[in-house]
């Protein structure tokens, strides 16, 4: 197998990219300059040396030290810890720019066919709070998707962190709002997204 | 022209019915029973002379009295009042189930253009509102759409209503919730919403 | 159940209707004026009285006379016939404006399901062959949907048209030609599809 | 900038990839072994020593000798020659698994704007056609998409070779196939598809 179709079979194991469109990124490669190639090429060879899991949000980040760009900045609040299924759903929480405080990274979500916790890092998760209340901490959000998945893993992890928590600390366990996103007409809701939206008026 | 024809055309004049879709209603009333298509046009020809606009709420009904059905009943509560922006809006609170109070049709939205209340019932809803605050409302939900124009229509009905109600009353005046939708995973929802489920989490 | 109710219970059997749709038809024609209401369930009744198949193609129309406008038009072809699944098919073929023969509505497709050839009028198409043949026909067109379904009708129609036609006469069996729709790209095309339009080249 | 930031810019200029799926990109990288990464940056590293242009077709390949392996591959049929835009195309055509003769990579189809061949390798096919008659040519397909900027470059690529080809050698100019794509409903074809569905019918 040659170089080209050995770089298609690689560009289709990337999510959501099907034979045509990876044929069409070697294609683009082809046709970009050597020096695009190269750096291409170098910083994908460089994920591996200079990126790591933060000891604390087990995010993956690149850089010196054992804690995140987040984590490591003195300014974020630590009272308030958000708990997200991936790296992916702490991007677009930080996104929005609207939250000041800290995350986990849980590594995903319970599989509804399994019921199972596997590969979920609820032990680390729950190791981490004593220390995490000393430092402050007063609440935390659980940021999962608003799927049946990311319902049951908000239930879950709300009921082991109230058996886990010191019951003579005051850590409010909170979820995201639920309602009318941005841009729905009311007309075209679901039935439960109106009923939350009405539940959650304020 | 024809019946067909013609019976085609008065169907692309329904909302969102491009011609193809018309023929297709048209083949279906052919295929369909003398029965069925006697009885649709009885339906429609009755419109005109059953229905009516509720004299409470405004919102079209057909039947005996002045008032709807709703707002004929005697089980709603009238301690909250949902103010809605079209008869379709108030067809997707009823159809969630969960909202037991009364309904106001204001008759669309505040237009972004003109910022005029053309049309818009406003003087209707706070002439009817010492009267409903007789009869116990004490709560004022604006459940308008999460777009530009249904926020600014709230803004200005809030604005309306701090000024026109009684200044010793308690009436709360809310909105409908916003954050994530049912099923809407945080990976993909936009930053407004995910400020917004910040926001309100509870 | 009151007028609306009733008429958007008849406006969701409609094809493609779902219940909001429905409501949203039942609101158009409450904003409508009385006279369209009165034009429109004056067109559906008269669909019953004035709307008949035509005898020759199987086509529904409005008219004086057994035979619809085109099957009574002495300037279409009599030498070519179309056979197709449904009277939308052949207002499809006749929006093209190039097909200047006469059509027969077979009535739909095979189901592949049960590859019963149940309602359609296969019959009626052997029994008006040898008349046709009298008038001059030469080609009969098997113009199908490209689909699993369309195919299987249209082997099934050409081996009855085998076994039916007299020996002694030239009828020429055809089908629509398959390969690249208007607008298509090469890149993007199915594989079935540009096989077609490698076999179909000319 | 740290390395992940570099990788998910760079992955956005691929083509009909966001900042969203670029960042899913750096995540799946994140989470694969060092292994495949380091597989993926030395295919993309090679392809700028490896891979080059066909001397006969001039599409990219990767590979010893001047010829591609289709060029090079004496099974190949030299009576038909595939004229195609890109190598996209030329895939899609060998993705079929039906044609057995070989390409040439116009390199792109005429803009309409400027009606310009300009970037095309019209004279490199025109000069080759002496030596592929020699070698049995009999057939060339002109395999351009079904658009007007693919119609146009078809219609002037054909006059070329009209007024190139030696006049004593029957050379046969053919385009490929139109007409319904597979999975097509007549109902919701376009006129000219049916037009042409109805002229190619066979």
């Known amino acids: ?23 069409r990124f070697v294609q683009y490669l082809l046709r970009s300059s050597p020096s695009l190639r190269r750096e291409l090429a170098g910083a994908i060879r460089e994920l591996g040396g200079s990126v790591k899991q933060c000891a604390e949000c087990f995010r993956y980040f690149a850089g010196s030290g054992k804690a995140c760009d987040i984590c490591a900045n003195p300014n974020r609040e630590r009272t308030v810890l958000a708990v997200v299924a991936s790296d992916a759903d702490l991007a677009a929480l930080e996104y929005s720019a609207t939250y000041k405080g800290v ?23 729950l190791d981490s709070l004593p220390n995490r209340i000393e430092r402050g901490l007063s609440e935390v959000i659980l940021a999962f998707p608003a799927n049946p998945e990311g319902d049951a893993t908000a239930t879950r992890i709300r009921e082991e962190l109230v058996r886990g928590l010191p019951s003579d600390k005051q850590i409010k366990i909170t979820a995201l709002g639920r309602g009318l996103s941005t841009g729905s007409e009311l007309e075209y809701a679901d039935a439960e997204t109106i009923a939350q939206a009405l539940g959650n008026r304020r």
Do not use: C, H, W
């Open 1 to 23: 197998m040659d170089t080209i179709d050995r770089l298609t079979q690689l560009f289709q194991k990337f999510p959501g990219i099907g034979p045509r469109q990876a044929g």
């Open 103 to 125: 995350y986990f990274v849980l590594g995903g979500t319970i599989s509804l066919a399994s019921e199972k916790m596997n590969g979920l890092r609820l032990k680390q998760l």
